[in-house]
């Protein structure tokens, strides 16, 4: 379901994103985002090798693309570097935390658990090529303002996974609200890319923090408090262990906010990037 709802949203947001370049209004996201790394260069690089006449001199020309594009093609500037790192490790974490779970509670691995992680799996590879993409795009003050606008993410889920009722429910819609606050911020002096680009990019990393957050609650109280709400649907589901089966809940709800973050995030910054040109001063 989380892959789903992640690719086909993903989808719709570049079909769009494309189809607005299409009539002329494109934006330099819809370029980014879509356009292979590089390709002007290459484009002149091959213009370049075909008008020169020595075969040798060609050849030379040649060896020389090809180092320029190994060795100096993708300078990525510190914004870009730490955004890229937070990423990495931000989904090295959910992997780590799914693969303790599955572990420490055998009871997770039944019904459709492999076709399930397998979608866990899928959406995380998302969630990363999204965030290592967005992060070499845009304003690096618009990146920062994404990544200081995800932060706080981990801590509002972690109070979601500890606390019980409305108050749990309204710091889990708070997360949801964070690329909105972080387009805000970028884009408050009219730049609509940087704006688009912070909420894509808050998206991925509040949804990672906010899985990360979610689940290291649970794990440490083993499920939550025993309520006798929880209790009554625990007797209610046939299960045998009611610290499996509260886990299990919990986890459920943890992928609830990897998927609904981004989709959030990923519906702001298609709304922004097909919106009127930016006005960048």
Not at 90 to 102: E, H, R, V, W, Y
Not at 128 to 147: K, N, S, V, Y
């Amino acid at each position: 379901m989380i892959a789903a709802a992640v690719g086909v949203l993903g989808t719709v947001a570049i079909v769009a994103l494309v189809a607005h370049a299409r009539r002329g209004a494109s934006l330099d996201l819809v370029r980014g985002l879509v356009a292979p790394s590089g390709h002007e260069w290459l484009q002149a690089m091959r213009a370049e090798h075909a008008s020169i006449e020595d075969p040798a001199e060609r050849r030379r020309f040649a060896r020389g693309c090809v180092r320029a594009a190994l060795v100096a093609r993708w300078r990525p500037d510190r914004t870009a570097v730490l955004l890229r790192t937070v990423v990495a490790v931000a989904t090295a974490a959910a992997i780590g935390l799914a693969a303790f779970g599955l572990a420490h509670y055998p009871g997770l691995r039944s019904g459709w658990w492999i076709p399930e992680l397998g979608a866990f799996v899928v959406a995380l590879a998302v969630y990363a090529a999204l965030g290592l993409r967005l992060a070499l795009l845009g304003a690096p003050a618009a990146r920062r303002a994404a990544l200081l606008a995800g932060l706080p993410a981990a801590a509002l889920c972690a109070g979601a996974a500890g606390g019980d009722g409305a108050g749990s429910y309204a710091l889990a819609l708070a997360t949801v609200a964070l690329p909105a606050l972080a387009a805000a911020v970028a884009g408050r002096h009219g730049d609509r890319d940087g704006a688009a680009v912070a909420a894509g990019l808050c998206a991925v990393i509040a949804g990672l923090l906010a899985f990360a957050g979610y689940v290291t609650v649970t794990y440490a109280t083993n499920g939550g408090t025993a309520t006798p709400a929880l209790l009554a649907s625990f007797r209610r589901s046939g299960a045998t262990d009611y610290a499996t089966w509260a886990v299990g809940d919990s986890l459920g709800g943890a992928v609830f906010m990897l998927a609904f973050v981004l989709v959030t995030g990923a519906a702001v910054m298609t709304l922004l990037a097909v919106g009127r040109p930016s006005r960048r001063r």
